[in-house]
């Protein structure tokens, strides 16, 4: 059903909704009873290991739960405790009329037309990042979306989180001052290899391993980081330089198994990422720098680093809190003049769930929408067009997202 119908079946709720500011906030809403029901498409690692998060949301509900792979299907409904209903066909769930909004968590060639095809069947749509493969995919899904009123969410979860959301607020305040560049990175030791229970699903479960099916590191992290700085600057890459290969994981893949990129943006900006699968250091951080300091973030903390400090020597404790939910801790090496950044925040992708919920029941454009997850997309794409062609990616007027 698309939101307008969404409303209706509502009944007498659709008036409170009108009047009402927040959904949420108005206890006596009678659409606070209301669950909305949503289809998880993809029920692998992601699909399935985000339904403990929708079980703990009130008025969210996991309806029906479809994947190609029937062990990955039974998972799915097993942490359902078997209330939801099984589906091999995405289109038959997409047919199910009791399915209000869907959640998108397939392999990454697949996102565009299943999103199209859930936007036709008038469902609001939750899609992984990255949100579409290839410059025709991402257009043709940025197209759709606009002819509809469903609400569309692209997954890049640290939109929603609210440690990140603070961190970008000071930074477009002058936090850092006028910025220079990124360091990003997000290492790892392991082969990102999936077990395969029998040869014929090589394919199908370690899709991340081959070019057809899969965009590699620069989709599956480095997207995240790439919305970051995209959303700090506003701005589009002005050109995109890149290397990596496949150096050290010699199993049969085709996508790399290391790579370092170079974004140039306005104003002389340079963001670089980075992703190793053969040393987990510092693992994942996003490191700004600028004229007044650097703000250095990994997944659920943030430190700041004054500029014009010098030898300044600050006793710290062998582990501090920092952010007061997950226990996140500075380690004994970090002593220094670093300012924590102390706010309280949930789960990013928790959040990133609470997030649409609130967005469809507000009737509200998610933060992280169509838009911004295709220009992440882009900027992707552009990525492995540089590596793969080994060439400088310059921008382009046909990659312009609105």
Same mark, same amino acid.
């Given at each position: 059903?698309?939101?307008?119908?969404?409303?209706?079946?509502?009944?007498?709720?659709?008036?409170?909704?009108?009047?009402?500011?927040?959904?949420?906030?108005?206890?006596?809403?009678?659409?606070?009873?209301?669950?909305?029901?949503?289809?998880?498409?993809?029920?692998? &690692?992601?699909?399935?290991?985000?339904?403990?998060?929708?079980?703990?949301?009130?008025?969210?509900?996991?309806?029906?739960?479809?994947?190609?792979?029937?062990?990955?299907?039974?998972?799915?409904?097993?942490?359902?405790?078997?209330?939801?209903?099984?589906?091999?066909?995405?289109?038959?769930?997409?047919?199910?009329?009791?399915?209000?909004?869907?959640?998108?968590?397939?392999?990454?060639?697949?996102?565009?037309?299943?999103?199209?095809?859930?936007?036709?069947?008038?469902?609001? #749509?939750?899609?992984?990042?990255?949100?579409?493969?290839?410059?025709?995919?991402?257009?043709?899904?940025?197209?759709?979306?606009?002819?509809?009123?469903?609400?569309?969410?692209?997954?890049?979860?640290?939109?929603?989180?609210?440690?990140?959301?603070?961190?970008?607020?000071?930074?477009?305040?002058?936090?850092?001052?006028?910025?220079?560049?990124?360091?990003?990175?997000?290492?790892?030791?392991?082969?990102?290899?999936?077990? #395969?229970?029998?040869?014929?699903?090589?394919?199908?479960?370690?899709?991340?391993?081959?070019?057809?099916?899969?965009?590699?590191? #620069?989709?599956?992290?480095?997207?995240?980081?790439?919305?970051f700085v995209n959303t700090i600057l506003e701005e589009n890459p002005?050109?995109?330089?890149?290397?990596?290969?496949?150096?050290?994981?010699?199993?049969?893949?085709?996508?790399?198994?290391?790579?370092?990129?170079?974004?140039?943006?306005?104003?002389?900006?340079?963001?670089?990422?980075?992703?190793?699968?053969?040393?987990?250091?510092?693992?994942?951080?996003?490191?700004?720098?600028?004229?007044?300091?650097?703000?250095?973030?990994?997944?659920?903390?943030?430190?700041?680093y004054p500029e014009g400090i010098k030898n300044r020597k600050v006793?710290?404790?062998? &582990?501090?809190?920092?952010?007061?939910?997950?226990?996140?801790?500075?380690?004994?090496?970090?002593?220094?003049?670093?300012?924590?950044?102390?706010?309280?925040?949930?789960?990013?992708?928790? &959040?990133?769930?609470?997030?649409?919920?609130?967005?469809?029941?507000?009737?509200?454009?998610?933060?992280?929408?169509?838009?911004?997850?295709?220009?992440?997309?882009?900027?992707?794409?552009?990525?492995?067009?540089?590596?793969?062609?080994?060439?400088?990616?310059?921008?382009?007027?046909?990659?312009?997202?609105?």
């Open positions: 059903m698309d939101r307008r119908k969404f409303l209706i079946k509502g009944g007498a709720a659709t008036a409170a909704l009108i009047t009402s500011t927040s959904v949420l906030a108005n206890i006596g809403n009678p659409y606070n009873s209301k669950k909305i029901n949503i289809g998880i498409i993809g029920t692998g &690692q992601r699909g399935a290991g985000l339904i403990p998060f929708i079980n703990e949301i009130e008025n969210l509900n996991v309806y029906a739960c479809c994947d190609t792979i029937p062990f990955r299907l039974e998972k799915g409904l097993a942490r359902t405790n078997g209330s939801a209903i099984g589906y091999n066909n995405y289109k038959d769930l997409l047919n199910d009329k009791d399915v209000d909004a869907v959640l998108v968590a397939t392999p990454f060639n697949a996102h565009s037309q299943i999103a199209i095809d859930a936007v036709d069947a008038g469902k609001h #749509v939750y899609c992984e990042k990255t949100l579409a493969k290839g410059y025709d995919g991402i257009r043709n899904l940025v197209a759709k979306v606009k002819t509809s009123e469903v609400i569309f969410q692209t997954g890049h979860q640290y939109h929603s989180s609210r440690l990140y959301t603070h961190v970008v607020k000071l930074i477009k305040e002058g936090k850092v001052g006028n910025i220079s560049a990124f360091e990003c990175q997000w290492n790892r030791h392991g082969n990102w290899r999936r077990p #395969v229970p029998d040869p014929s699903l090589e394919k199908a479960i370690n899709w991340r391993m081959y070019k057809e099916f899969s965009g590699g590191l #620069v989709a599956e992290l480095c997207s995240h980081q790439i919305d002005l050109q995109v330089m890149g290397t990596g290969g496949v150096d050290y994981w010699k199993d049969g893949r085709e996508t790399y198994d290391n790579i370092h990129l170079i974004y140039n943006y306005p104003n002389g900006v340079e963001a670089k990422f980075t992703c190793l699968t053969t040393n987990a250091k510092e693992g994942y951080q996003i490191k700004v720098i600028g004229d007044k300091g650097t703000m250095i973030i990994t997944t659920n903390s943030a430190k700041f006793k710290a404790k062998k &582990q501090q809190d920092v952010d007061g939910v997950s226990g996140a801790t500075w380690q004994k090496d970090d002593e220094g003049y670093g300012e924590p950044i102390q706010i309280k925040h949930d789960n990013p992708s928790k &959040q990133a769930l609470l997030d649409f919920r609130d967005s469809i029941l507000d009737s509200k454009e998610p933060v992280s929408n169509v838009v911004t997850g295709a220009k992440a997309a882009v900027c992707v794409q552009m990525g492995l067009d540089a590596m793969y062609n080994n060439k400088i990616i310059e921008w382009d007027s046909k990659f312009e997202v609105e």
